[in-house]
């Protein structure tokens, strides 16, 4: 975990996705059309996307973002849900800003 005084080596933006079957699958076209493409231009830069559809599915992918991670590696999640957040993946999501927030202390 990184400290105060920890120089940032890398940065990124992880996508995690939740949409009903027919929504339209925002996130997926943020990380295919933009986010993506950024690691080409900025070694320092990194992107994942993840489209989940269970509890399972978001802690999975929370483990995997968790030891992708290095020290000096910073990231913003961004939540696609379109408001669309069933409570077997919304509890999770909670439960982990609960977590962070106690954590980062």
Excluded at 11 to 26: M, R
Excluded at 91 to 97: N, V
Aim: proline letters at 4%.
């Amino acid at each position: 975990m990184n400290k105060p005084n920890t120089e940032i080596r890398r940065w990124g933006i992880v996508v995690i996705q939740s949409l009903n079957p027919n929504d339209y699958k925002t996130g997926e076209i943020l990380y295919h059309d933009i986010l993506k493409y950024k690691e080409y231009h900025k070694s320092e830069s990194f992107s994942a996307f993840y489209d989940v559809n269970s509890s399972d599915d978001f802690r999975l992918a929370v483990q995997d973002i968790e030891n992708s991670l290095s020290e000096g590696d910073i990231l913003t999640l961004q939540l696609e849900t379109h408001g669309y957040c069933p409570i077997k993946v919304c509890k999770p999501i909670f439960l982990l800003s609960l977590y962070l927030k106690y954590k980062i202390r």
